[in-house]
Structures are given as structure tokens and as C-alpha cells.
């Protein structure tokens, strides 16, 4: 019997189903994802408003050990309004009734349609069709409730409605952003509570799928390295930064500080210099860079460096009162007043302004004092490419 398909629709073959799904194609409503899922003894689909949903679950099936792609797919993706299948196959035949898309196995002859109890074909598709042009142009987001988009018509006023069961990936980033920006611990500071340290590891659980999908993005993986940071997990933060430098096209100088930072945690010194050089090289006259790697320097036991560097920064910025305060403390150990400090945290623990982040090692001063929203605005104009690189 044919098959109603709408929107989106992903068409399994039922005998795909009978191999790959304990229970076979009788059990195909515990995996499906939504009430526009249904079938008929040779056919099953699940049809979405969102084509991003209908992807996810059309992996989620390849996962299962259907065939997704190649001579003889056994999971499609079905565009209704385009009539269009993804990938080719011979099996399955689309046929349109009364302005509604229906689908069986190609030989079945029957008309009878397999739809939910409330269709009636007289009406048409239920789903309006709407290009990106025209939802840009004609439509105006109103909110998200319980999985649904909610927009107004610009021109009629009349509210429309889309069910989306999958957050968008800048979504996603955006949620996980604030969770990290929101629970940054800075080097040698104190491990997070609790409820912090699940906020943050919900957000790596994020990150890592972003990164199953865009595992070239340079600033998926500098969060993620951020956040590993942030519960503690140095080796994994380090190997977050060093694939967000692998895969950046140039050298981003926020990655190069935030990596030092880390290692200088981990007591890493030398390899911290070797980074904070890095960094200063792209950026030869950054007071903030220069700061960072005279602390570097001076933790690594490499004073007269530390001190030609902080040397450089003060007269490129002499008002710049942390490395004013660097400078003090690096000339103190130059003339023996004071030992070599061993640590981050022994260095900021005789701070005497007592400024946990002071060394700046997770960005700059002006952007620490700022707002949250800021901060998250920053990182996710990063994702959406809104900014220089």
C-alpha cells in the first residue's frame, strides 16, 4: 500500500528493517521519532517538517547498519515538495494524489493509502512550503516552545508554525558557549562545583557532536579546549588547542594563549614558552601576548628573557598596569629579592591587588569585566563567521 510522505520523509525498506532492528519492521514505532511515522507491510517512513531531522534519524539508521548509500540504498531521503530522492534507488515509485505526495514499493498495485487518521487528501498537503529566500523575506521568528518555531507572516500577520526536534548547530553552539563562558575556571584557580562542572561537560557532549559534522572548524575545538579546562582535564584541553591550531588557516593568536596557559598549569614551561612565542611572533607588538610570555619566561627560569620581554611591553604601553605589576615582580626576582615562582598559582597568591585571572591568560582584561552576553556574543559571531579570524 503506498505511504504518505510529507515535508521531509525518510522511506526504509521494511525487509532492511527486519535485518537491523531487533523486532523487525513491527517495532519500527520504538525508534521513531515522531507521530508522522508509519507504514505498510513493505514500507516504512517518518516524515519531518525540519530537514535537519530527517538527516539525524537517516544517520541514526545508517548507525544501525542499514545501507544509506551506494548501488542499493536501503534508507532514503524523500524532499515531498521537490520530489526528489536521496540517495537514487530503483525500488521506490512516488506518485502524487489529489496534490499529496504518496510512495510504495515499486509492483504494489494497491490503492489504498497509509496516512494518520486525520488526513484528509481533499485538503492537500498540510505542510506549506516556504524557499530560505522566502522565509527571509517574508517571515519574522516569534519565539521557540516545547521543539516548535513559531513565526509571523510579515504580510498577513498570521502566525505559522515549525516543528523542529533537532536544535540548529548554531544553536547548539550557542547553548554550549554560554555553559563554558559562564564557567570558565582560570589556571591553577579552584575545580568548579558541581552543578558547574555537569553544565560543562553537557556542553563537551555538544562540542563533540558539532565536531562529528565540522570537524574543521578551528573554533568548535578551541571551546572544547576551553571547556576540558574547565573540568580539569588539561591533557584533553591541550589536544582541543592543538587541533584547533592544526585546523585554523592562519595562526589565531587566541588559541596560541589560551594553550600556554594551560601548559604553564601543567608545569609545562618550556613547551608554554615555545607557544607564547609563537603567539608574539603574529603579533610582535601585543602588550598582552608580551605579558603572558615574560610569565612564561620567568616560570621556565629564564629571568633575563622575562625581563627583556617585559621591558619591550612597557615601552609599547607604559600605562598597562598588569605588566607594570609583571615588571615589579620580575625585576624583584632579577636582583635576588625574590625566588623564581613555580607555579601560576604561587605567582597570583602574592598578587597584591589579588586578582585570580590577572595574568591573563583567558583573555584580556576589559573583555573579563565585560557582560556574559558579550562574551557569549563574541564566540558565537566566531562560529557564525561574523568576525575576522
Not at 27 to 50: K, R, V, W, Y
Not at 224 to 237: E, I, M, P
Amino acid at each position: 500500500m503506498p505511504v504518505l510522505l510529507e515535508g521531509t520523509a525518510v522511506v526504509i525498506r521494511n525487509d532492511a528493517l527486519d535485518r537491523c532492528l531487533d523486532g523487525g519492521a513491527a517495532d519500527f514505532h520504538t525508534i521513531a521519532p515522531n507521530s508522522m511515522s508509519f507504514g505498510d507491510g513493505e514500507l516504512s517512513q517518518a516524515s519531518f517538517m525540519s530537514p535537519r531531522d530527517a538527516e539525524i534519524f537517516f544517520e541514526k539508521l545508517v548507525l544501525m547498519g542499514l545501507r544509506g548509500e551506494g548501488d542499493s540504498p536501503e534508507v532514503v531521503l524523500v524532499d515531498a515538495h521537490h520530489q526528489s530522492v536521496t540517495p537514487e534507488c530503483e525500488w521506490l515509485q512516488l506518485m502524487e494524489y489529489k496534490g499529496n505526495l504518496i510512495a510504495s514499493l515499486v509492483g504494489n498495485d494497491s490503492n489504498v493509502v497509509v496516512a494518520p487518521e486525520s488526513w484528509d487528501p481533499e485538503q492537500g498537503p498540510t505542510l506549506q512550503h516556504m524557499s530560505a529566500d522566502e522565509v527571509r523575506d517574508r517571515l519574522e521568528f516569534v519565539r521557540r516552545e516545547d521543539k516548535v518555531d513559531v513565526y509571523r507572516d510579515r504580510e498577513t500577520g498570521e502566525l505559522l508554525y515549525s516543528a523542529r526536534i533537532n536544535d540548529t548547530p548554531e544553536e547548539m553552539y550557542q547553548v554550549a558557549a554560554k555553559a563554558v563562558l559562564e564557567n570558565m575556571r582560570m589556571p591553577g584557580g579552584p575545580p568548579l562545583k558541581r552543578p558547574a562542572q555537569k553544565q560543562v561537560r553537557e556542553a563537551i557532549g555538544a562540542l563533540q557532536q558539532l565536531l562529528s559534522r565540522h570537524e574543521e572548524s578551528w573554533r568548535i575545538w578551541f571551546l572544547l579546549g576551553k571547556a576540558w579546562h574547565s573540568v580539569q582535564r588539561l591533557s584533553r584541553s591541550v589536544q582541543a588547542y592543538e587541533h584547533a591550531d592544526e585546523v585554523s588557516d592562519e595562526p589565531q593568536t587566541v588559541i596560541l594563549k589560551e594553550w600556554a596557559g594551560v601548559l604553564l598549569e601543567m608545569g609545562k614551561t618550556g613547551d608554554a614558552v615555545e607557544i607564547g612565542e609563537r603567539a608574539v611572533a603574529v603579533r610582535p607588538n601585543d602588550v598582552e601576548l608580551l605579558g603572558n610570555l615574560a610569565v612564561a619566561y620567568l616560570l621556565d627560569e629564564r629571568v633575563q628573557s622575562a625581563v627583556k620581554t617585559i621591558r619591550h611591553a612597557i615601552a609599547i604601553q607604559p600605562d598597562d598596569q598588569t605588566n607594570k605589576f609583571l615588571a615589579k615582580r620580575i625585576d624583584a626576582v632579577s636582583t635576588g629579592e625574590s625566588r623564581i615562582p613555580r607555579s601560576i598559582a604561587e605567582l597570583e597568591g602574592r598578587s597584591r591587588l589579588g586578582d585570580p585571572a590577572r595574568f591573563r591568560n583567558q583573555g584580556n582584561v576589559d573583555e573579563r569585566r565585560g557582560s556574559k552576553s558579550s562574551w557569549l556574543k563574541r564566540w558565537v559571531d566566531f562560529w557564525l563567521g561574523r568576525q575576522n579570524k
